[in-house]
């Protein structure tokens, strides 16, 4: 199975920065010790034509030339350097490449990737460029030239399990009935304006897992009866867990890895190819974080498994 990644481009983040960078470098690592079916990749940079299918030019450019905003620095929650724009497009180009694997696999990932609060036009909450909107209208471009004019256009959902809303995901997506926005996130948690996307589901401060798994279970039903799609983005966020400190949910591990495990099979029977990356996840004790997405990569390579063999 493919993993692809870009931590060695580490983000220059001053001292006391509360952004857990190095989280991304230890996941590598226990990937490489604990799961040799894993196949590591190093990720390319997308380009300006990738980057322009869901964002501005004008944001394209700030981002690639330093000149954004010091208020646009802060809403994204990192300070622009070479490195900041390198990491970023080459955490949309693991899912673009993770979502070109997935059609020919059948299950694709990103170490990082994610960024669901990446608007059109500008960054928000450590999210640079909307890695999952891009991707998706990428492998959309590429269904429609391989089918030619007049064939229907490859339905895409996105199924967005991070605690936190993927607003900039639902507003790029508003309107379009090609992508289904699906968002289960904490009610009272960041974004405190949420967008509306198509299936969006509020959970109370400190939910558990038999309530979260409860509205996870019928979110899938309300898809499954809303949507057809041909590609599944699911943004594997571990900050629902119990010690999260920006999660305020109570989900433990056994939850998140039955969570993981419905998603995961909600594709499998209906063999629909799935491109996962890891969205959020800061543990008061980062090995929490760590445990949760090492857990979902092991569920990922056991369902990437069952692809190969079901084969014909």
Not at 11 to 24: S, T, V
Not at 179 to 186: A, D, M
Request: glycine fraction near 10%; include cysteine.
């Amino acid at each position: 199975m493919f993993a692809y990644y870009a931590d060695h481009f580490v983000l220059p983040l001053p001292e006391g920065h509360r952004f857990p960078m190095a989280k991304y470098r230890m996941l590598r690592d226990r990937i490489a010790q604990q799961l040799p079916g894993v196949a590591l990749q190093v990720a390319m940079p997308a380009s300006d034509d990738d980057l322009a299918l869901a964002h501005t030019p004008k944001y394209i450019d700030a981002i690639t030339h330093g000149t954004l905003p010091p208020a646009a620095q802060r809403e994204i929650g990192f300070p622009w350097s070479e490195a900041m724009a390198e990491r970023a497009r080459r955490s949309v180009g693991a899912t673009v490449a993770a979502s070109h694997q997935a059609l020919r696999d059948g299950v694709a990932g990103n170490l990082a990737g994610g960024t669901h609060h990446a608007y059109a036009h500008k960054g928000s909450g450590f999210c640079v460029f909307n890695d999952v909107a891009v991707a998706a209208r990428r492998m959309q471009a590429e269904h429609a030239a391989g089918r030619g004019h007049g064939a229907p256009p490859l339905q895409v959902a996105v199924i967005d399990l991070d605690v936190h809303q993927g607003n900039g995901t639902a507003h790029i997506f508003h309107g379009d009935d090609s992508v289904f926005t699906l968002s289960l996130h904490g009610a009272r948690n960041f974004p405190f304006r949420k967008e509306a996307g198509d299936l969006d589901v509020d959970l109370p401060d400190g939910c558990g897992d038999v309530e979260y798994l409860q509205a996870l279970d019928e979110a899938l039903v309300a898809l499954d009866q809303r949507c057809t799609p041909g590609l599944v983005f699911y943004l594997a966020g571990a900050d629902p867990h119990e010690g999260d400190r920006l999660g305020r949910l109570a989900v433990t591990h056994d939850g998140l890895e039955a969570r993981d495990r419905r998603v995961f099979d909600w594709a499998w029977q209906r063999r629909i190819p799935l491109v996962f990356a890891m969205a959020g996840g800061y543990g008061n004790d980062l090995e929490d974080t760590l445990k949760a997405q090492l857990t979902t990569w092991r569920v990922a390579l056991q369902y990437h498994q069952r692809w190969q063999n079901g084969r014909p």
